[in-house]
Nanobody, 125 residues
Framework: VQLQASGGGLVQAGGSLRLSCAAS????????MGWFRQAPGKEREFVAA????????FYADSVKGRFTISRENAQNTVYLQMNSLKPEDTAVYYC???????????????????WGQGTQVTVSS
């Protein structure tokens, strides 16, 4: 499975961006896809995830109510709509995919086998 993330950019605080992640290859294997982010000098952190079949969603507390993850199965694409952006949302955002059910571990990077190249999101104050 190959993942291609896009949609990052520079936005003012309070603004919005939508990230996209297109999957190709053995996409029929995908159980779920997620977004993670890594700010300079910080560890990678979970943002959101969605299961491919049922569309169940999971969010980090820091983005609940502001970010929405969705998927379009026919296009093998997952989206991350980010509203009310804050300077602390500045990071490189990575999409990831897993072929296995993750139970309660949706937030752990090590359950995802496939990763995209990352897209930079910068929120100015």
């Amino acid at each position: 499975v190959q993942l291609q993330a896009s949609g990052g950019g520079l936005v003012q605080a309070g603004g919005s961006l939508r990230l996209s992640c297109a999957a190709s290859g053995r996409t029929f294997n995908i159980y779920a896809m997620g977004w993670f982010r890594q700010a300079p000098g910080k560890e990678r952190e979970f943002v959101a995830a969605i299961t491919w079949s049922s569309g169940s969603t999971f969010y980090a507390d820091s983005v609940k109510g502001r970010f929405t993850i969705s998927r379009e199965n026919a296009q093998n694409t997952v989206y991350l709509q980010m509203n009310s952006l804050k300077p602390e949302d500045t990071a490189v955002y990575y999409c990831a995919a897993t072929p296995r059910p993750f139970g309660i571990r949706w937030y752990r990077g090590d359950v995802y086998d496939y990763w995209g190249q990352g897209t930079q999101v910068t929120v100015s104050s």
